[in-house]
């Protein structure tokens, strides 16, 4: 399953693309309304076409990049490598001459073996390359062809074999993925119908971007969306996989975002605010869903299912309707509003007519269900249960007792298939994930729990979580015993608040300033962590927000934390999910203990790599001791 997780990750990188064709070609297609065929038409269109018709090596670039255990330019260059020898040996020309026979007699799968289908491909060969053969060492007589030098050579050599495997039995694959998207067209609004549920399903595993390739590439030759951007295709069927997308993103999210908010406790919906309203903008302008659905797809999975069928419903209504809308991007105000005068849009003015409806219809349907059912949405969660765990103030075992409760909470050390952690977080994979209970971990000490999707968990627990996860791998190991626990252990000693509840701090990297909610993670947007800000970075540098002590600074070297002047406990955090790059694209300015004045330099970011990995690089800084305590940024 994380090979899944990790390749749908990995199909955003080339996907990301995308927004800058849709600008270039809307903004192409309303200057020709305008103005008529001139060159600036022409020169937008070729810049926008230059994506669109290249957009296999898009993809098998990007996917050896994400793929690639760490982001490395030499993963990148094996899977143009790998891309360059597949489609030459099965060009037309090429398999006419190895066959014999004429160009025009050659399968007609040949003539469109330069697609997403064969870029994916050759984006894995890449990174198995770089992964398996990067640090190979030959006899000296090669040395110059040692360590990544062969990585690209490898990547060649396994192009070959496949492209032989092709050969045979990629005009079955192409038959058979054509047959499936003339089966799905052949349903009509039904087939449209059922792609829209099924897209929303796989957004938890992230293999959603796999299923898109069929119906908005020319993977099945469907090619939704490449055709609606270069105002090709057929009048009232291009962009009929598309259109059902943006009422439910414009409109039908923001009326469950205000569901959710409604029927949120009176002293949580402030709160609760912040997350849903910066979700409900962000599906709106853009058709950035997920800050949103994240916010109710693991407290309330009946609620992501609802929103499947809905957003199922919505494209089948769609393709009976004359409506027809696509996008570069996603479906939200901006791509609506730069496809409105493409060739290819018909009727655009139906769809907010349709999005009102849709407000309506999740608005109704969400908090009815909420209600009803008293579903643990934003804002709605259990108060928080104080936590009963006694940690001794000194020695190797202070965090023993927590890993011990912690193991038992998660079923026992045989239940723990991998275990890791990150800044504030243990990362593991189980064997069973109905053996987990979130309540014992809360009452052993941790602050929440999150399930990403499949076996994985992650179980929030602060600053010192690498001192609880050695304490675990101790007791797993034997190492440690376990110590008994008291029924009569006196209740544990409050935490005391010392941050101020005003923290104003200077701004520790150079970019836009955010809501926490903006982060694409429940731990920093629902403010599990504590609360705080984000920033999007443009700069290259964190530096000290303010005067204060270094605490500490992680291995990997994407977050920092500090204790200020003033007692606050800051956690500033690099990206999401960065620990996951072993320090690739990160260098430690200072060290722990260091003393420190506002501005001066902490660490330095490759903001290039940290997107090339594809990992988010927008950056909480996020206050650790006072939950009440609010962040100005100057």
């Known amino acids: ?371 009803r059912f008293d579903l643990k949405t934003p804002g709605r969660e259990d108060d928080e249960v104080e936590a009963d765990v006694d940690r001794p103030a000194d020695g190797d075992d202070r965090y023993r007792g927590t890993a011990a409760r912690f193991l038992e909470a998660l079923g026992g050390q045989e239940n723990i298939v991998e275990l890791d952690n990150c800044a504030t977080r243990l990362r593991m994979v189980v064997a069973d994930v109905a053996k987990v209970d979130d309540a014992a971990l809360r009452r052993a000490g941790a602050a929440g729990t999150m399930r990403p999707g499949g076996k994985a968990v992650q179980v929030v627990y602060g600053l010192n979580v690498q001192f609880v996860k050695d304490a675990m791998e101790d007791l797993m190991a034997g190492r440690a015993p376990v110590a008994e626990r008291r029924d009569d252990a006196p209740a544990p000693t409050p935490v005391l608040t010392t941050a101020p509840a005003v923290v104003r701090l200077r701004q520790p990297i150079e970019g836009r300033v955010v809501p926490l909610s903006a982060v694409p993670d429940a731990t920093f947007a629902e403010g599990i962590m504590g609360p705080g800000v984000a920033i999007e970075p443009t700069g290259d540098t964190v530096v000290a927000p303010a005067d204060g002590r270094v605490e500490h600074v992680f291995p990997t070297a994407h977050a920092v934390a500090m204790v200020l002047a003033d007692g606050t406990e800051l956690l500033v955090h690099v990206g999401i999910d960065t620990v996951d790059m072993a320090g690739e694209g990160f260098e430690t300015l200072v060290s722990a203990g260091q003393e420190v004045t506002a501005g001066t330099p902490l660490l330095r970011i490759d903001l290039d790599r940290l997107r090339a990995s594809g990992h988010p690089t927008i950056t909480p800084v996020v206050v650790l001791n006072n939950p009440e305590a609010s962040v100005e940024m100057s």
Do not use: C
């Open 1 to 371: 399953m994380k090979f899944f997780q990790r390749l749908g990750r990995s199909f955003m990188l080339p996907v990301a693309v995308l927004p800058i064709a849709a600008i270039l070609v809307g903004v192409a297609f309303f200057i020709r309304n305008v103005a008529g065929e001139n060159v600036a038409v022409t020169f937008l269109n070729g810049a926008g076409g230059a994506l669109l018709d290249n957009m296999p090596i898009l993809f098998a670039i990007g996917i050896s990049l994400g793929m690639a255990s760490k982001s490395d330019g030499t993963s990148a260059l094996a899977g143009l490598v790998s891309w360059l020898t597949i489609t030459t040996l099965l060009s037309p020309a090429n398999v006419a001459l190895f066959q014999g026979i004429e160009e025009g007699a050659v399968d007609p799968a040949f003539g469109v073996i330069k697609n997403v289908f064969v870029g994916i491909i050759a984006g894995l060969i890449g990174a198995f390359s770089y992964d398996r053969f990067k640090d190979t060492r030959l006899p000296d007589a090669l040395a110059f062809f040692s360590g990544k030098r062969s990585v690209a050579i490898v990547a060649a050599g396994m192009s070959l074999v496949v492209a032989l495997i092709l050969f045979f039995i990629w005009p079955v694959v192409y038959g058979a993925l054509v047959a499936f998207g003339e089966f799905i067209a052949a349903l009509g609004p039904i087939g449209a119908g059922i792609y829209g549920f099924m897209n929303r399903i796989l957004i938890p595993l992230g293999l959603h971007h796999a299923l898109n390739s069929v119906f908005w590439f020319d993977v099945a030759g469907i090619n939704d969306l490449v055709n609606f951007l270069g105002g090709e295709g057929e009048y009232g069927v291009t962009g009929q996989y598309m259109t059902g997308f943006f009422p439910v993103m414009m409109f039908g999210l923001p009326g469950a975002a205000l569901a959710m908010y409604v029927t949120a406790k009176t002293t949580r919906k402030k709160v609760a605010a912040g997350l849903l309203l910066s979700g409900a903008v962000s599906s709106f302008v853009v058709g950035v869903t997920e800050p949103l659905e994240f916010a109710f797809m693991f407290l309330a999975p009946v609620l992501y299912l609802i929103h499947a069928v809905f957003m199922g419903i919505s494209l089948a209504i769609s393709a009976i309707l004359p409506v027809r809308m696509g996008f570069g991007f996603s479906g939200g105000a901006i791509d609506l509003l730069l496809g409105w005068t493409n060739p290819m849009a018909q009727n655009p003015w139906l769809i907010p007519v349709m999005g009102a409806f849709w407000f309506l219809v999740y608005f109704l349907v969400f908090r009815f269900v909420i209600v």
